[in-house]
């Protein structure tokens, strides 16, 4: 494994950007890449090895995989989003509204990915692996890193454009929700304050999405039986935009994934419930994210 010091410091500082990615902290990952680098200086070399840069990622990547998923932690990525695009961080400025959320969308869903399917995007789009190199890294078959890969893709593509429905009598609120769905890139059917616009809005087919208080005038669970008549197994995801949350979660909608924000809502929070849903929908129906 001869290198000459140029290419050595290089490498050392690639080991050290990507232990650090994982695990979020500078000195875990020093000690990460020590380990490894003590490791292969007492291991005997063996003509099976690969190339020396693949076996110093491939040592580290050992060393990665014995520490506690805790400290493989997905926090650490939302800052490394704009490299892993495949650029460089761009001029400190203040992002505006829909890059920040572009930002908070893949750090959430990333944050749902497994310690090694993050660990093997950073190494495609940070680090610059091909497939059949990260295959060798992380010791898994070529075909199973494609694989991962690929459906890590399909969790972190933003939702296709959808048609909302909104169900809510308070003016000023529904007004708040059809500005921030349209600000999302969606389209808005229309707004329904009873239950006879809602089933009016309901006759021009069923929406991608209803957006839903629970408790219209004086009616407690309004909103529910509204949503509960589509019928007919349909399983349209709603998110119940609510003062009393604790209603929303005391029975399910059968047959429809069901999120709840509560009022007064952060428009943040409801933003990546409004794109989970219409994620969770998209894979249910056959990936149509």
Known sequence: MALSLKEAEGLLGELCRYARAVTGSAVLANQVVEAALLYLLEAPPRASDPPARLHLFQAVQD???????????????????????????????????????????????????????????????LIGFGVAEIACIVRRETGTVEDMLRASWRR?????????????????????????????????????????????????GVPDLILSDLRLGL???????????????????????????EDALDATDEGRPVYVVPKPFCSLRL???????????????????
Do not use: K
């Open 63 to 125: 060393q990665l995989a014995d520490l506690p998923l805790p400290a493989r932690r997905a926090e650490s990525m939302g800052g490394l989003l704009t490299e892993m695009a495949g650029g460089l961080p761009a001029p400190r400025r203040r992002p505006d509204p829909a890059e920040r959320f572009a930002d908070a969308w893949l750090s959430h869903r990333l944050g749902g990915l497994s310690p090694l399917r993050r660990e093997i995007l950073l190494l495609y789009h």
């Open 156 to 204: 972190l593509a933003p939702p296709r454009q959808a048609e909302v429905l909104i169900i809510e009598d308070e003016t000023l609120i529904a007004l708040d929700l059809s500005m921030l769905m349209r600000d999302l890139g969606h389209r808005v059917r229309g707004i329904a304050a009873d239950r006879a616009e809602a089933e009016a809005l309901l006759q021009q």
């Open 219 to 245: 009616h407690r669970d309004e909103g529910r039986s509204i949503v509960a008549a589509l019928g007919d197994g349909t399983s349209v995801p709603v998110v119940y935009v609510t003062a009393c949350p």
């Open 271 to 289: 933003s990546l419930a409004v794109c989970d849903a219409l994620a969770a929908a998209g894979e249910r129906d056959g990936g149509l994210n």
